[in-house]
């Protein structure tokens, strides 16, 4: 059935660093593809979107380009802050549900 | 305005119990959907609800069920609770039943002892 994947944590990096989170996806047709974020205790906030094939959602400095033909949807980030540390999780749009991936905890350091 | 307010924020029970978990959407919004977040997992989609119809439902036992009432608020309950079923509930809302957009609340975190 349908599904996200993304890459397992935890990642741990220096502040500055460059941060990659891989997401792929398996689904019929071309959903809508997200990134959420979950700082701790909390709910989880909508940090990005792409609707189509091709498109580039951003926020706050992170970016990640729907890519139909290998089915991604990675998350980057050119440089992280301590305060980027949260999980987040990428997911797909459905017509009556989201699925989402298992989580990436992010942690920076200073 | 106000956010997803979702309610109580913390519940302990015991196996066995009955409860019920809230949620009011943001004004304006006609969707609610509850998911349930087990520690270090991602979401699982249980319900969605849209102008007071089920819309969707994920792959939950029959002690899961929900409602929504007319001024588009929903109520989440739970039978027989069991161990497995502490975890984060998390409630979103959105203007329509197509997924466009999800807010969602801050959660409530049950504990089943």
């Known amino acids: 059935g349908d599904s996200v994947t993304q890459m397992e944590g935890p990642v741990t990096l220096s502040e500055e660093a460059f941060l990659t989170i891989n997401c792929t996806y398996t689904a019929t047709g071309y959903p809508s593809l997200f990134w959420y974020v979950q700082y701790p205790g909390e709910g989880l906030q909508l940090l990005l979107k792409a609707t189509k094939a091709d498109d580039k959602g951003s926020n706050k400095g992170f970016e990640a380009t729907y890519r139909k033909e290998t089915t991604s949807f990675h998350l980057e980030k050119g440089s992280v802050q301590v305060s980027d540390s949260a999980v987040y999780f990428c997911?797909?749009?459905?017509?009556?549900?989201?699925?989402f991936g298992a989580g990436t905890r992010l942690t920076v350091k200073p | 305005d106000a956010g997803v307010t979702q309610s109580p924020t913390h519940l302990i029970k015991t196996r066995g119990q009955h409860v019920t978990l809230r949620c009011s959407p943001i004004?304006?919004?006609?969707?609610v959907s509850w998911y349930q977040q087990v520690l270090g997992q991602g979401p699982q989609f249980i319900f969605q609800?849209?102008?007071?119809?089920?819309?969707g439902r994920g792959n939950f036992p029959d002690r899961f069920s929900a409602r929504q009432f007319p001024n588009y608020s929903s109520e989440l309950n739970v039978n027989a609770l069991l161990l497995g079923d502490s975890a984060l509930y998390l409630c979103a809302s959105s203007l329509g039943a197509k997924y466009d957009g999800y807010t969602f609340g801050s959660g409530t975190r049950l504990t089943v002892v």
């Open positions: 997911a797909r749009g459905g017509n009556n549900d989201m699925r």
């Open positions: 609800y849209y102008e007071k119809e089920e819309r």
């Open positions: 004004s304006g919004h006609k969707s």
